[in-house]
């Protein structure tokens, strides 16, 4: 569904935000990992001394965590909605928990959940997350020393067009985006065209977008991406039409903005 009814106005402190989601490429090649389709994810080939994939929010899909195992890297797999994953990944842990900013009922932190789990503490992980909407609060309450430990993270983020315009909204998600946002860059973009677009300023902003980051110590060769999609992006639903990125995502950052 697509809403173009009225066109709303961006907030001035959400600058941050645009800055965070504009792509850079690196000299790293992206790869697919996962299905293409919902479950695949385009990811910088890194994976070298990564010692798990930890993977909130299994629904029907883990596609992505089968590639990881066939590369050797464990997944830790949590999402309180299901029994259990839909395929037997070899090497994966799996609990029914979702993810948040406390460890309450159905609910664990991302540092608790890696402290009971974490395979070699000094080594680099991964982090594949699509928690419908909840990402903010759980990478918000997260300590930044862990979040350093992913070298990669995949994330599906939600409510732009809220956050980019409504104070409740953006005050969520900013305590995760800035965190994020030191230490690592966005390295790709793909719009989920399932779930629409808002227009802001004459712009449509995708509803959901999965975006991929790499730690900064990692990203190297940075460069403004000047197009998308990608080679490799493939459509969620591909009976709808793919969405385009808008261009306040495109291009160079600002002068004075951050890389």
């Not at 695949?40 to 089968?66: H, T």
């Amino acid at each position: 569904m697509t809403e173009n009814r009225f066109a709303r106005t961006a907030l001035p402190e959400a600058a941050v935000v645009d800055d965070f989601l504009r792509p850079y490429a690196t000299d790293t090649p992206l790869i697919r990992v996962g299905d293409f389709g919902d479950g695949g994810y385009l990811v910088p080939d890194d994976f070298r001394g990564i010692a798990a994939c930890y993977s909130p929010g299994v629904s029907q899909q883990a596609s992505f965590e089968m590639d990881m195992a066939k590369r050797r890297i464990p997944s830790f797999m949590a999402d309180a909605s299901v029994a259990n994953p839909p395929l037997q990944v070899p090497g994966a842990q799996f609990i029914p928990k979702f993810l948040g900013d406390k460890d309450e009922g159905d609910f664990i932190t991302l540092a608790s959940w890696v402290a009971a789990t974490d395979p070699n503490p000094d080594a680099d992980l991964l982090l594949q997350m699509d928690i419908e909407g909840a990402e903010y609060e759980t990478l918000g309450a997260a300590p930044r020393d862990l979040l350093r430990r992913f070298r990669i993270i995949v994330i599906e983020l939600h409510h732009l067009p809220s956050i980019l315009t409504k104070p409740k909204f953006l005050n969520r998600a900013l305590s995760a985006i800035n965190k994020l946002h030191d230490d690592f860059v966005t390295v790709h973009l793909h719009p989920n065209n399932v779930s629409g677009t808002v227009e802001i300023e004459g712009e449509m902003i995708p509803r959901v977008i999965e975006a991929t980051l790499l730690r900064r110590d990692r990203a190297q060769g940075l460069r403004p991406v000047q197009s998308l999609p990608h080679p490799l992006d493939v459509r969620h639903n591909l009976r709808k039409p793919a969405l385009a990125l808008p261009d306040r995502w495109m291009g160079a950052a600002e002068r004075g903005a951050e890389v």
